[in-house]
Structure formats: structure tokens, C-alpha cells
């Protein structure tokens, strides 16, 4: 939110510099992230009244102007076309400087002389229009200095509010909080004005039928009115706060929304059906065009304002076309209105549409509010659009809440900021807060909390508000200190950072992401049951609206961003919590880890100039989870065929280890990769985390060191395509000795020499006794138990020489 600090001493008077200012609502809560000087670099500038406005003789695009600077008249060559002879506008006059460093000089402009310039917004640094010149009053003298004709110079200070704190969201909201830190009063405008109309019970009539999503509506009507340009005053205000003036009504809708913080709309009154007004929600299949010309789907939980026949505006958010204010307008019904927070929030995010309106009532608006609102936009109306007012207002308050009250104790307060702040000073920050102290004690006070201080709610919050005021500064830094606990069961903790160690050693950087997530994410990668996730009712943004239901979704994301900024070759991994929901409703979340290679992540040297074929990712993939479950479970790792909508078919598997299922891996289907432009196979893995945990911290056993030689020999065998590898391994270690204490797969081919529907493995056996030399022949009838174990049950064809 931008605040101007003219604008703001309107309200509050105070002495500081606008860099003290910062400091002081940084420190209170309120985050300062710029302030921007106006008018810097203007001293040389004045207002130029437009004599005359003839076509330049030598180019369609120019005009050649005679402008008055209050002394003489000068000749001045201009290419914008928004004026008139008649109109005042800023002027730099030969041998002033504009702030970006350009110097005026007299030089001719496609043979005509030019004795200065009529400037623009942009050349004056006090916006980025550029559009045409800037023009002034036209009752201001010309010749008057362009500072004291702009109301410059000014500051205008960038804030960063909390969602917690809509109250800030208004120059009367920041007023309440500087008058508070300096000890200053706060000055409300005057909302008084006269209602010569007839009575507005006469003129309108307004129906709210969803009380729940409408806690309070106002209407007034004014007649009579004349649309035209606001007042620049207003205009600079309204600019110098990001907002684009439009006309005088709508103009005082944004200024007193910007002032006060409430959202206002302006219905032109004689084009609302049978001049009434129904706060309802839509229904389904409804349609509506807003004033930004986009037809609008609408659902059911969307709360619309309607007129006797169709939808006029989306309440909270924007309105409709149809009944806007026009250059025809004359007499206008304003809606002052609190609507909910959480319904406005999911219209936006479901529309894509965000406004300040919405930004404000997302957030919550004080009903108490919309009549203050009102009656100081009509008193601003009838004096910058004339005509007449209603007698009385249409306030249909259904939702009125009662006080809150909390109670503060002195002593609770010092020991959780760690300050000495004395029972009288605590009191009266409550009362410049606006924090009515209504009983008090030795020992506690009793706060009224004002409705606009939605955030006040417990003992806590109030104790909050003595360490803003006081100055965050001045609260006290704390040592940090632990304590040690005897007997408290630490092992989960430890067991999660060696499998993070583990999975580093292995070559994988950890990577971490939001538990929340876009549902079109989701729909994008696929994997999971639709009717499992956990839609969240109010999300911040659409971008985390869904608790994510898996790891791999936002894994296999951020691999493809990674490919998008030219990582080709990378090895991730994530643990974190997921969330499903069951058929009755009922919520589960449950650790998890996540894996993903990418690339030539298994190569190094010369290697990583070859090709990554299926195989060689699978079985980096597969080394990595063999040895993390060795690492954590002590459990050899077994795969089953399985499938998910992840992965290729026929490249994806089940993991079991020590009798329990693990999760899934396999290599990522090729229209994901292609999505990222990822030629080469991506291989994840996505996994319970708990069995990996619990026998971390199991006891290990160690055996001596071999003091006798090993005998190593190979085998190879052709098979059926079907028959997995460890299966083979498994019959190996059936028939083979004790003696047997590695079989490691060296070998893989398949071509016409083994025949269709086959492929020839080699393996090779290492047999190490720890008690005596083996010979050759106990290696060779080792060898042979094994091959015929081989040919009788999997009916393997051994290769022989």
C-alpha cells in the first residue's frame, strides 16, 4: 500500500523525517519497503497557460504552442495532443533541468524554434504515464511555481501489510498507528451533509438473503449530479497511491476506500430494474459480464448483487456492466457493504480476478464501518458532483457483533516481553490504540477491543500490541540456552538425519517444498486418485490450493525446472508429509520419501559422454535404494512388476524390503519428460519413510577380517525374458555353500546369438571361507550344485567355455 505522507498528516500531526517515520513503523510491525520522493529536481519548473495550439508546417504528428510562463509568451514545439488552447499544464522553460538530468535548451524542431517544454508525468519522475502532457488547475496563476501548483514536494511511503492487520489498509488506519507511536491524536474528517432529496425509502429498496455472507449493507441515493473530472487535488492523491482517476463519483469511491479502507460501488440508479437492490448468491449456470467486459461463469458460492432481474455486480470483488456510472449518469445509489471474507477470497482466486476491493474484504472489513464510508462519500460527492442527497439510509445490519473483551495482566505482560512496562504505561498505549481500558486492578486491565481490530482476540495479542508500541527494538535479546533431557527417546530423529547422510553420501542434495500445491499440478502429472486429495476451502492462491497427496508430483516439478534452466544433470531428494482423505471424510498424513535422477547422474569422466539408456538409469536408481536399505533396514531390497500413472509400463516396480512394502519406483513416462524437453530417462521413487526409520538404530554385529584367499568364479546362463534377476540370485544362494558370500551380476545381453524372447546373464560367485583355504575342486562342485539347481528350476541353458 502506497501512503503519502501529506495525505497522512491530514489526519495526524507529527515531526519526523520520513526516514525516522520508516524506522518507527518498521519497528512497530509494519514493514516500510520504499520511500519515494515527488518533486525532486522540479525547483526550475512552472505552469504554463496554452495560448494557442496551431499544426506544425512541417509534421502531421506535432503542434506548434505559444505558452505563457507569466512573463512572455513562447513559441513550443510539443507532440502530445491531450490539451487545448485555454488549458495550464507544466512547463520547463530554456535552462531548466528535468530530475532524469536533461537540460532544457532553445533548439529547433523540424525547422521551428522551441523555447522550452510541456512535460509529462514520466519526465517529471512522479508516475510512468506518458500519455500527454500534465495538466494543471486552471485557476492557478501561470507562471507559479510547478511545486506549489502540484502540492510537491511529497514523500510517498511503500508499505508491506500483514494479512492480519486489514485495518492498515487506509491512510486513517496508518494515521491511528503514527498518532499511537507519537503520542499524537488522531483527527477524523467531518461526514456530515445535507439531505434535501426526497426519502431514500421512496427510491430504493434492498433485500439481503444470504445474511451469512452479507453481514451489513448500506444504500444512499443522490439526484441531480453532474459527472465530470475530480478535483486535482483528489487526482493527486488518488495518483500518487497507484489509482487511476476516472470521473468525479467514481473517483470518490476510490478515495474514500483508499481513506478509510472500506470498498465502495456506485450503481447509476436509473438503470437498476425496479430500483432494487438483492444481496443473494448466484445460482448454477449463472452468467454475468464485468465491468472489465469478460463474461464471468459463475457457481453457487458465489455472492452476487442483483437488481429485480439480472446480476449487477460481484459483491466484494467487481462490478457488473449494465449498470455502471455513465457520462449520462445523474443519479446514483451507493453501496456501502460488509461482505465475508473467506466467500470474496474464494470468488477472486476462482474468477483470477483481484482487485482492491477484494484485496480488502478477503481480508475482513469492519461492518461498523459502512456507514462512516457512506456518509462521507455523499458529503465528498454533493461537493464535487453537486445535486441533492436522500433523506436517511437503507442499513440492512443482520450480522451485528457484540464487543469483544480481554483482559491483559500487567505481570504476564513483563515476563513474556522480558521489559519493565509499568501498569500506567501499558494502559495508555491500550487507549491511543483505540483499546478502551474499561476496568482495572492492581493486578490486570479489561480491554473493549474496537471491531476494526479484528486480530485482538486473546491475552496474547494485547501483550503484542505493548511490545509494537514500546518498540520491538527495545524488547530485550535473549541467550539462547537448551535443556538436557535424561531418557527421552531420541532415536527417530537421529535415524531421519543418517538416511538424510545416507542419501547425501550417495550423491542426492536435498530439496524442500510447500505442502500445499496447484490442483492443476497435480492434473498435470497424474498418479494419484482425484477423489483422495485435500482440497483446502480457502487457499491463499490457486497456486496452493491442495495438500499435496504424494512427493513425486513436486519432485518431478522441480527436475523440470531444473532442465528449463539448463541442469541436465541432477539427483534430488525430499522427505516430507503428505495427505489423503478417505471415503468418510476422515484426514490421514503419513512421512514420506521422495527420489529422482536425472541425466548422466550415475557418470563421471569420460563415461558421462555416452547416451543414458533405460537400463542405466534403473539401475543407478536401484543401487541407490539396494544401498539405503541396507544402510537403514539392514534388509536386502526385492522388486516386484508393478504399475503407476507416473511411470512407463513395464519400467515400474514395487519395493519390498524385510517383509514390508516400501512404495514405487521406476522410470518417468516419456510425455511427462517431453513436457520439459527431458530426452533422456528420469528415473523417481517415492517411498513409506517410517520402515526406513525404525531399525536405524538396530545393533550391528562385525566379523573378523578374512584372513584366508577367496576363489571367484563366473557363470552364465541364457533364460526366458520373463525371468527376473532375483529370482536367479535367489536360487544361487539356495544351492550354493555358506561359503558363498558374493553374487554380483556382471553381464547382460540379448540379440540373435540367444534367441528371441531371451538374454544371457553373467554372474560372478565369490566363495571365501573364514576358517580354512578352499581348493578348486570344492569351488567346482559349488559351481556345478548351482548350475543344475539353475537348469531344474528356472530351466537356464548354462553357456559353457
Known sequence: MKVPISWLKEYVAFEATPEELAKRLTFSGVEVEGIHRLGEGLDGLVVGEIRRVEKHPGADKLVLCVVYDGVTELPVVCGASNFKAGD??????????LPGG??????????MESHGMLCAEDELGLSSDH????????????????????????????????????????????????????????????????????????????AVSAPERCARYTARVLQGMQLGPSPDWMQRRLKRCGVRPISNIVDVTNYVMLECGQPLHAFDHTRLADQSVVVRCASAGESMHTLDGIE?????????ITDARRPVALAGVMGGAGSEILDTTRDVLLESASFDAPG????????????????????????ELADWASRRAVGLMLQTAGGVAARGVIDVYPGKAQPRRVTCRFARCQALLGIDVGADEICRIFTSLGLAVEGRDVGACTVRVPSFRRDIEIEADLIEEVARMHGLEQVPDAVPHGTVSMGV???????????????????????????????????????????????????????????????LPQLLLTLGHNMSRQVADAGFFEMGRVFTQSGDGSLQEAEHLALGLMGKAGRSGLDGHRAVTSEDMFLWLKGVLETLCRAQMGAMLELAPSAHGVMEPGWCFTLTAGGQVLGTAGLVRRDLRDEWRISEPVGVAEMVLEPLLEQADRPRSFAAVPVYPAISHDVALIVAEDVRHESIVSVIRAAGPSELTQVNLFDIYRGEAVGAERKSLAYSLVYQSGERTLTDEEANQYDERIRQALKRTLGAEIREG
Open 131 to 206: 500519455s500527454g502532457i500534465l495538466l494543471v488547475d486552471g485557476e492557478v496563476a501561470a507562471g507559479t511555481p510547478l511545486l506549489a501548483a502540484l502540492g510537491l514536494p511529497d514523500v510517498v511511503l511503500e508499505l508491506e501489510i500483514t494479512w492480519n492487520r486489514p485495518d492498515c489498509l487506509s491512510i486513517i488506519g496508518m494515521a491511528r498507528e503514527v498518532a499511537a507511536l507519537f503520542g499524537a491524536s488522531l483527527q477524523l474528517p467531518d461526514v456530515g451533509y445535507a439531505e434535501a432529496g426526497p426519502d431514500v425509502a421512496g427510491l430504493a429498496r434492498v
Open 88 to 97: 495550464k499544464a507544466a512547463f520547463a522553460p530554456v535552462g531548466a533541468a
Open 344 to 367: 470474496t477470497h474464494r470468488t477472486s482466486v476462482a474468477l483470477g480476478l483481484a482487485t482492491e476491493s477484494s484485496h480488502r474484504f478477503e481480508r475482513g472489513v469492519d461492518p
Open 296 to 304: 464471468r461463469r459463475l457457481t453457487p458460492e458465489m455472492l452476487l
Open 489 to 551: 527417546d531420541d532415536s527417530r530423529p537421529w535415524a531421519r538425519q543418517r538416511c538424510r547422510e545416507k542419501l547425501a553420501a550417495l550423491g542426492l542434495r536435498e530439496i524442500l517444498n510447500y505442502s500445499f500445491m496447484a490442483e492443476k499440478s497435480l492434473d498435470r502429472v497424474g498418479g494419484d486418485d482425484p477423489a483422495r486429495r485435500v482440497i483446502l476451502p480457502n487457499p491463499v492462491s490457486s497456486d496452493h490450493g491442495v495438500l499435496r497427496p504424494a512427493l
Open 102 to 111: 536533461m537540460r532544457i535548451e532553445k533548439r529547433r524542431v523540424r525547422g
